[in-house]
């Protein structure tokens, strides 16, 4: 294997030289191609950038005779020398220290080859790499799509420093949260999103969510049978049993209508839970208190163990603290939650069959 390999790297050297000289005369252009590393693109089954990647280095080859030789003997790989051929490109006249590069290129992995290019560049040119970064962010995109059933779809691009943000920001909160935590490392992302969207909290000011207007009549939020599904403000049905998570802690405005949905009055908005009763809760139960998980109390929802709209009290002694997924695990995954006076907390699965009657937790009998 490694005989082929070193043959497919002297190969690539040839085909830069073809690929240079081609581009040398706009070849591609020449027959109709946007440009010649596209028309090799094409013709020669590769991608784009592979396909630049043979004229860069191509056109490098004069000034990087040391390091094609290497790629000759089988020292360094073939995409070492792309490396160091796109970091000569970027720099232009300016000089690199190539003897110092092609040492590294020796003894360290492409992936990190790559890095040790990076900071070469910025040495010998830092105002032009500082220039690209700032592009980099004025490139930065995100798409939000909403499809027929609701769902929404993102894409995007961010700069390499955004996009190291962003991950940092992501990474805490993508960890598994106990042992039954059985969800991949793509739903765990999916949810730090949504997460850390509902936390938006400015520390110099009291704690803020974002708003989320949702439409409910009175039956559906006392989870009355027959009661219409609640609306997001964009019109998107919401379950009964996600109003009633949502509930647990958010502001509600009463709207009286009359004949021919009029409406006749506008009541006050009310806070679920004030920020004097958040305050001694958080310093309470300090994290999430579904057992085996820890995220901080900044970063949690507070849970009515007894639903409000069965008559649960909104007071301490009726409220724990719980992160959005396990928010979202006892409301709509159907977990039950037990709170005992002691401050204890348990929790237990839901009955394999859906339909089966809540149950307690079980007591134990002297024998």
Not at 156 to 172: F, I, K, N, Q
Request: net charge neutral; glycine share 8%; with cysteine.
């Amino acid at each position: 294997m490694r005989l082929l390999l070193r043959q497919r790297d002297q190969l690539s050297l040839r085909a830069a030289q073809i690929a240079a000289r081609l581009a040398s005369v706009g070849y591609g252009e020449s027959l109709g191609s946007i440009s010649t590393p596209d028309w090799i693109r094409h013709e020669c089954k590769l991608g784009f950038q592979a396909a630049a990647d043979l004229v860069c280095v191509g056109q490098g080859m004069a000034a990087l005779g040391a390091s094609v030789a290497a790629v000759e003997e089988a020292e360094i790989g073939f995409q070492h020398l792309v490396y160091m051929a796109r970091t000569k490109h970027a720099v232009g006249e300016r000089p690199i220290n190539q003897e110092h590069l092609l040492a590294e290129a020796k003894e360290v992995s492409v992936g990190r080859f790559w890095h040790l290019c990076q900071q070469a560049r910025h040495a010998a040119d830092a105002e032009g790499m500082a220039r690209e970064q700032a592009e980099a962010v004025e490139q930065r995109a995100l798409r939000l799509s909403q499809q027929q059933d609701g769902t929404v779809t993102l894409s995007g691009v961010l700069d390499p420093v955004g996009g190291a943000a962003v991950r940092a920001a992501l990474e805490p909160l993508a960890q598994k949260s106990g042992k039954e935590d059985e969800r991949g490392r793509e739903r765990r992302l999916a949810d730090a999103l949504v997460e850390l969207s509902h936390h938006a909290m400015d520390q110099a000011t009291p704690r803020q969510r974002p708003h989320l207007n949702i439409t409910a009549t009175l039956g559906t939020l006392c989870l009355q049978p027959g009661s219409a599904a609640a609306e997001l403000d964009y019109g998107m049905p919401v379950s009964e049993v996600t109003l009633n998570r949502l509930a647990c802690d958010c502001a509600i405005t009463r709207h009286v209508f009359g004949s021919g949905s009029v409406l006749v009055e506008l009541g006050r908005e009310k806070r679920v839970i004030s920020p004097q009763l958040r305050k001694p809760l958080e310093v309470r139960d300090k994290h999430c208190r579904f057992p085996g998980c820890s995220r901080r109390a900044s970063w949690c929802e507070a849970h009515h163990v007894v639903s409000w709209v069965r008559g649960g009290a909104t007071n301490l002694d009726n409220l724990v603290l719980l992160c959005n997924r396990h928010h979202m695990q006892v409301h709509e995954g159907r977990w039950q939650l037990f709170r005992y006076p002691d401050g204890h907390v348990e929790v237990l699965k839901p009955p394999l069959d859906f339909a089966a009657p809540p149950r307690g937790p079980a007591i134990e009998t002297a024998a």
